[in-house]
């Protein structure tokens, strides 16, 4: 399966807003694949479609322990289309962040402990739920990437 060159800061499709994904046909499939493959190579927890240059409203939520979050949950990487963040806890919680698109960069951020979100699956299919800790915190970073947000702007 091919794998895609992550854009890093400076690259203007990092700071677009994402286009609604419309077509949940095999393109779609293909997309997911190749962002699938390309964060495995790049050992992230997280990815999304704009970071390997495709402006459409699509990431990856893959955490698993690690260094930063020994107690992170090892899950399924789940696909998310059309995410949507419904609502959010009034705590708020610093934690070290890198992004694939921001080499060598580690910084504290604060995010909503948990979040309500929605998103559909690649059937189209829409599904709801809470998360929390760091899977919380993979979904806000994934969701800045599809408004042009990064890191850098994220403390700015
Ligand atoms: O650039 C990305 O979106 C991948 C990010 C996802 C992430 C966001 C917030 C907090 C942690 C990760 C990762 O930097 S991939 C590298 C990584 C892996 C494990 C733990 C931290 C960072
Ligand atoms: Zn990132």
């Known amino acids: 399966i091919q794998t895609a060159p992550i854009a890093i800061t400076g690259d203007p499709v990092l700071y677009q807003k994402a286009a609604p994904v419309i077509a949940f ?3 779609l499939h293909n997309l997911t694949q190749t962002l699938m493959a390309t964060m495995l190579q ?4 997280g990815i999304a479609a ?8 699509l990431f990856i939520v893959a955490s698993r ?6 107690d992170a949950p090892l899950m399924e990487p789940m ?18 962040e890198g992004c694939l698109s921001v080499p060598g960069k580690r910084l504290s951020i604060a995010r909503h402990l948990w979040i309500d979100a ?17 899977v919380a915190r993979i979904f806000q970073h994934e969701l800045d990437h599809l408004d042009g947000i990064t890191l850098i702007e994220r403390i700015t």
């Open 25 to 27: 046909d095999v393109a």
């Open 42 to 45: 790049a050992r992230g927890v």
């Open 50 to 57: 704009p970071q390997i240059g495709v402006s459409q409203r």
């Open 65 to 70: 322990p690690n260094e930063r979050y020994p």
């Open 79 to 96: 696909v998310m289309v059309n995410p949507v963040l419904l609502s959010g806890s009034s705590e708020w919680e610093l934690g070290e």
């Open 118 to 134: 929605q998103w559909q699956d690649l059937q189209g299919n829409t599904h709801s739920g809470r998360l929390h800790g760091f």
